[in-house]
């Protein structure tokens, strides 16, 4: 069998395609390999010094921050500052874009990160994840203010995660489809394993906590009261349901097998937008959805139109096979 490493896929996707440059191929390299260091921590546990358990601080968002978000933070920025690729980095962790020490010299490129998705699920040995978008940095723009990131998630040239569960997989697109690569740990190296993944635009799953129903607008109640009245309601079958409560590996379900997921707004979230971040969760993953074939929306606007006013922007995301995307649309649209 030929084995195709993602160095490899990536060095066809520059010489043969023309699809991406040197910079950019080594900015996805680099990635990879901080993914595959948070890979390593996360193996280890409770073996692992410093992995599990509460860091004491919280975030920009104000969320408690989880020692592994604060260690995953710090590999991504270690790992992707010197290598003269990047113009800047911002993160979820930070309130603030981080800018490239003056001794290394800049790229052209922008990266933003979650550099641990899901974090509610480090303690509890479930799927956990980082998410990663690459946009250029306009020209003139100073990397190190956050107005140089503010752009919509369609100029993104780049996107992807890595999911590190049972196996680790690093799902990525450059634009030109999205490939899933698995980390063989003996190698230490990530091999192509699937490539031009398609979501199904039909499905009989959908992903939503169900938790917060009673806050959530008319047109989301609707649909999700539609599929649970089952075979015996309007849509006349069965749905089944499932929360990872780690975005990256719901949305690789739906990449996998197809669904819907949803994180809508919410009465308690109306002034912040929703819940997750656009910029470096919303928009790489509707760039790879898209990419699959699949749709991506807020309920009232295709997410990778959304102009950013802000870093740490929330959106109301709802994303997955496109039938079922447009119905919520069209139910929004109702109103
Ligand atoms: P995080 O970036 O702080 O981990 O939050 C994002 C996560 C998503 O991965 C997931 O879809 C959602 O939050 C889970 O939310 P809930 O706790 O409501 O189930
Ligand atoms: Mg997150």
């Not at 692992?48 to 975030?59: F, I, P, Q, R, Y």
Request: hydrophobic share 40%; charged share 25%.
């Amino acid at each position: 069998m030929r084995r195709i490493t993602l160095s490899r896929y990536l060095i066809e996707e520059q010489r043969e395609k023309g699809r991406i440059n040197a910079d950019l191929r080594l900015l996805i390299e680099v990635v990879a390999r901080a993914c595959k260091r948070i890979a390593i921590a996360i193996g280890k546990g409770g073996l692992g010094e410093g992995v599990l358990g509460d860091a004491g601080s919280d975030n920009v968002q104000g969320e408690a921050q989880k020692k592994l978000d604060v260690l995953s933070n710090e590999i991504f920025l270690e790992a992707n500052e010197w290598g003269g690729h990047l113009a800047g980095m911002a993160s979820e962790e930070m309130e603030l874009p981080h800018a490239i020490p003056n001794r290394y010299p800049q790229g052209e490129y922008l990266l933003l990160f979650d550099p641990l998705d899901g974090s509610s699920n480090i303690d509890i040995n479930v799927s956990v994840g980082t998410i990663f978008s690459v946009l250029k940095c306009p020209e003139g723009a100073d990397p190190t203010r956050e107005a140089a990131f503010l752009q919509p998630g369609s100029a993104q040239v780049a996107a992807g995660y890595a999911v590190y569960g049972p196996t680790t997989l690093l799902v990525l697109s450059v634009g030109d489809g999205v490939a899933c690569f698995t980390l063989d740990r003996e190698l230490g190296s990530f091999v192509l394993t699937r490539e031009h993944l398609q979501i199904p635009p039909d499905t009989r799953e959908f992903a939503i906590n169900m938790s917060n129903q009673r806050h959530w607008e008319a047109p989301v109640q609707r649909y999700v009261g539609e599929l649970l009245q089952g075979s015996g309601g309007p849509r006349g079958r069965d749905f089944n349901m499932r929360w990872v409560a780690s975005m990256v590996a719901d949305v690789h379900r739906i990449l996998t097998r197809g669904g819907v997921f949803l994180y809508p707004l919410d009465a308690r979230m109306g002034q912040q937008g929703g819940k997750l971040r656009l910029l470096y969760e919303a928009n790489p993953m509707s760039f790879i959805v898209e990419q699959a074939g699949g749709s991506a929306s807020t309920g009232r606007q295709r997410i990778l139109d959304v102009r950013p006013a802000a870093l740490h922007q929330r959106v109301p995301v709802i994303l997955g096979s496109r039938n079922e995307v447009e119905r919520i649309v069209a139910y929004h649209g109702e109103r």
